[in-house]
């Protein structure tokens, strides 16, 4: 597979390299192909959004010629690693470890390409971790001072903190991950290892721990290896990314709807939406400034949002669902809310209050001034004859001006729901059974 000698410049162009152990990478990279890895701690079923920089990063790697490994961390898992966490992980049991790495390689493989001349591939740490406690210290332990350990971040920030300290289990965390890149390295050639900037501190360790157990051996290194971060995804006015009142914002669509993605996407203020189709998409140089120079002459437009939602949501859900969020999106304002199956108007409506009711009110009919004054849409039947007169009630998006209307079973939609709407964005979902 023929090596694209821009990879390096590309990834600096889009942000990606923040911190970068030796500037020879540049050179490597447009000359050789190499083995990368980034790794995947199973503390969730899935992978959340912000994890796609990573993941995409590996696949730019991949589609560069270069060799990718993802590494899912059955072993380090079981430890939790201390980066950027204030306070010490809750230990998972085994048949939660086991859960969620069967969860986060059926994510991850959705990215990368696992077949084909140049295959990318998946592994367990806990492979590996086979010797016993005393052999670890022994092999590993003896190339790491603790000067140097509580020297990195993610250990001094947690010393720092008198409340919450870190346990010796997670000051070891390092080492491990450091081992996974001395394996990795031994015996898949790996010289890369990517990660976000939290994970400089174990990233470096293994840089270190690769030279200095070559030189152990008696063999010194002839080549370099490398580590690269990424920084960490942030919003423009420094607030955390992928978190909503809602919740996380995850790549798995039982876990948030691609309806819901879609949505998070578009409402990517202008600040950051330009950052974000750099870090998340695929689309070139060109496409991307094309973009900027909307959102600066016509940002009303919203343009660059639309294109990243639609490109994300094709990469992560595939184009039938990325057509689904588009039709709801659009249904949301239009009659074409008549038009949604079960499951997208309820995406649709997630946000909305609900109610219910037995569908046999609706036979001979029940009265919308009823039903607008039981949803608390309206205060009294008067308010709510009112609005009617002025034109802010609608019946599954469609206006409704007369006091006399009644809802009935040709109401309905997605088999049992009627969307009631006050005014431009206040809604109330009934539900009829």
């Given amino acids: 597979m023929k090596l694209d ?31 990368v890895y980034a790794g995947f701690d199973p503390t969730s079923d899935s992978l959340h959004i912000g994890s796609l920089v990573p993941v995409l990063t590996l696949r730019r790697f991949q589609m560069a010629g270069h060799r990718v490994i993802a590494v899912v961390g059955g072993a380090t898992g079981m430890i939790g690693d201390p980066s950027g966490k204030s306070a010490e992980r809750s230990l998972l049991t085994a048949d939660i470890l086991a859960r969620n790495q069967v969860g986060i390689t059926q994510v991850i493989s959705r990215f990368l390409d696992l077949g084909g001349p140049n295959p990318a591939s998946v592994k367990n740490n806990a492979d590996w971790f086979k010797m016993s406690f005393v052999d670890f210290l022994r092999d590993v332990g003896k190339h790491f001072t603790v000067n140097h350990m509580m020297a990195k971040d993610s250990v001094r920030s947690r010393l720092e903190d008198r409340d919450h300290g870190i346990s010796y289990t997670e ?56 580590g690269l971060c990424h920084p960490l995804v942030s919003k423009a006015d420094g607030t955390k990314f992928g978190k909503t009142e809602q919740g996380t914002i995850w790549l798995d669509a039982g876990r948030t709807s691609p309806y819901a993605f879609y949505q998070f996407l578009i409402q990517t203020s202008d600040a950051d939406v330009i950052q974000y189709l750099k870090y998340f998409t695929f689309l070139s140089r060109p496409e991307v400034e094309a973009l900027e120079a909307s959102v600066q002459a016509t940002p009303e437009k919203r343009e660059a949002q639309r294109a990243l939602a639609s490109e994300l949501v094709r990469l992560v859900h595939g184009e039938a669902e990325l057509a689904r969020a588009e039709k709801a999106s659009s249904a949301l304002f239009s009659t074409e809310i008549r038009d949604l199956d079960r499951p997208t108007l309820l995406a649709v409506m997630g946000g909305a209050p609900q109610a219910t009711k037995p569908k046999s009110i609706l036979s001979p009919g029940w009265s919308v001034i009823d039903a607008l004054v039981e949803s608390t849409l309206c205060a009294s039947k008067g308010a709510a004859r009112k609005d009617l007169v002025g034109g802010g009630v609608y019946v599954n998006n469609a206006r409704i001006t007369d006091v006399a209307a009644v809802l009935t079973e040709r109401d309905l939609i997605a088999g049992g729901f009627v969307v009631l709407r006050k005014g431009k964005k206040t809604y109330h979902l009934w539900v009829f059974n």
């Fill in 5 to 35: 000698a821009q990879l390096f410049e590309d990834l600096e162009w889009r942000g990606i390299v923040k911190l970068l152990t030796d500037d020879s990478l540049a050179k490597t990279l447009a000359t050789e192909p190499i083995t």
């Fill in 171 to 226: 000051f070891s965390y390092m080492l491990l991950q450091a081992y996974d890149f001395h394996v990795l390295h031994d015996e898949e050639n790996c010289r890369l290892q990517i990660g976000a900037t939290d994970q400089w501190g174990n990233i470096t360790a293994g840089t270190d721990l690769i030279r200095r157990m070559a030189a152990a051996a008696g063999k010194p290194l002839d080549h370099e290896v490398y």
